[in-house]
C-alpha cells in the first residue's frame, strides 16, 4: 500500500471566511513536486473528511492504520506533514510522526462518517 497524506480543504478546512485557517495547497503541492515524493507518497488534497470541529483535519494512511490530525493552523504544521513524507518516501511505514504533530492526533470513529 503506498503511504498517504490526505489534507482536508472542504467545507470548513481552509475556509478563511469562517474564521478559520488557509490550507497551504501551493506549498504542499510545490514541496511534492520539488522533492519527488509523488512516487512514494500520494498527497491528496479533499473535500470533507468528516470530523469538521477539528479544522484544519488531515490524515495519514499506512498499513499500519490512519492518523487523524486536527487543528493544523500554522503553515509549520503542514510542513511538519511534509517531513513525515519525507522520512516516509525514505523509510516507509516506520515514518516517525514528527513531534510537532503529535499532540494534534486525535482518535475518529471512521464508521459515522
Ligand atoms: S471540512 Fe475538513 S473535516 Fe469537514
Request: proline share 3%; aromatic share 6%; net charge negative.
Amino acid at each position: 500500500m503506498t503511504n498517504t497524506v490526505v489534507v482536508c480543504n472542504g467545507c470548513c478546512c481552509g475556509r478563511v471566511e469562517k474564521g478559520h485557517s488557509e490550507v497551504p495547497v501551493d506549498l504542499l503541492k510545490d514541496a511534492w513536486h520539488k522533492y519527488g515524493l509523488e512516487d512514494d507518497v500520494k498527497l491528496t488534497i479533499s473535500d470533507c473528511l468528516g470530523p469538521c470541529s477539528m479544522h484544519n483535519v488531515s490524515l495519514l494512511k499506512t498499513s499500519h492504520g490512519h492518523t487523524w490530525l486536527g487543528k493544523l493552523s500554522e503553515n509549520e504544521h503542514f510542513e511538519a506533514l511534509i517531513e513525515w513524507a519525507l522520512s516516509a518516501s525514505s523509510d516507509g511505514d516506520s515514518a516517525e510522526l514528527p513531534e510537532l504533530l503529535e499532540v494534534h492526533r486525535f482518535v475518529h470513529d471512521e464508521s459515522n462518517s
